[in-house]
């Protein structure tokens, strides 16, 4: 968390000297995927392509980890840059032979070249080349198992990260949260970043354990599910980020007057 926070705080003090605002990405064409560079152990700062020989990333907790850092960044202040598939949760085509690679870079011999973040993207699960063209073929190949990332296999799940996407999008529109400001929130956990954005308040658990949630805040989007336990408090599990907005207890008031 206190990583996190130094890149975050170091970004907008240099983008302030000049009077722009901070512009934000996790993924693009030339780095390996965030949902598979946060599943592996080396998560943390861009990695090296990933080949077929190579360590494989851990898949659920990548997408688990990548949807609280997407929450995180688009609740910061600035520009956020979204790349193709991610609202999909699309992993790093790790497995892609090095026959089939098309980055100019591999043919230099200069490794496995960036093509694992570059391959077509799914549309429709049960078409050819996952709705990227009508005869299966596509430049770079794409998983066999890529259907349950495709568009339609997604749309209108409300578990699915493409929902995910769109209702974190939705928000960051509806409290302005590009055009906000950043105000950090001190807390008594070492592995929680919590910061506010307006009227948003923003708790990411880097941790590997849960944490109890204040009893002042009303959750409005988190990045996985949070955990209620019996007496009825919330807990902030690991590897999620939570918004919510602080609850304004009305003062009770007391009515004299005939029985």
Not at 3 to 31: C, F, K, Y
Not at 33 to 43: K, M
Not at 53 to 79: H, I, K, N
Not at 229 to 240: N, S, V
Request: glycine share 10%.
């Amino acid at each position: 968390a206190e990583g996190l926070r130094r890149v975050i705080e170091h970004a907008v003090q240099v983008n302030d000297t000049v009077g722009a605002p901070t512009a934000w990405v996790l993924s693009n064409h030339d780095v390996v995927r965030h949902s598979s560079r946060v599943g592996l152990p080396s998560a943390g700062g861009n990695v090296d392509p990933v080949g077929p020989e190579d360590l494989q990333p851990d898949a659920e907790l990548g997408l688990r980890r990548a949807r609280a850092a997407t929450l995180l960044m688009l609740a910061l202040p600035g520009s956020a840059y979204l790349y193709q598939g991610e609202e999909l949760g699309l992993p790093e085509h790790t497995t892609l032979d090095l026959a089939v690679r098309q980055d100019p870079t591999v043919a230099r011999g200069g490794g496995l070249g960036r093509d694992g973040c570059r391959v077509p993207i799914p549309w429709e699960a049960d078409a050819p080349a996952f709705g990227f063209s009508p005869t299966g073929a596509s430049w770079l190949p794409q998983p066999a198992d890529w259907g349950r990332f495709a568009l339609d296999a997604q749309k209108g799940d409300p578990t699915s990260t493409y929902e995910f996407y769109r209702r974190a999008l939705r928000t960051r529109r509806d409290f302005a949260l590009g055009s906000g400001g950043l105000a950090w929130i001190d807390l008594d956990l070492p592995e929680v970043l919590g910061l506010a954005n307006g009227e948003l308040v923003v708790m990411a658990n880097t941790g590997s354990s849960q944490v109890r949630l204040p009893e002042d805040l009303e959750p409005l989007l988190a990045s996985s599910e949070l955990e209620r336990h019996e007496d009825g408090a919330l807990f902030l599990p690991a590897d999620t980020t939570l918004w919510a907005t602080r609850v304004h207890h009305e003062p009770s008031r007391k009515t004299f007057g005939p029985d």
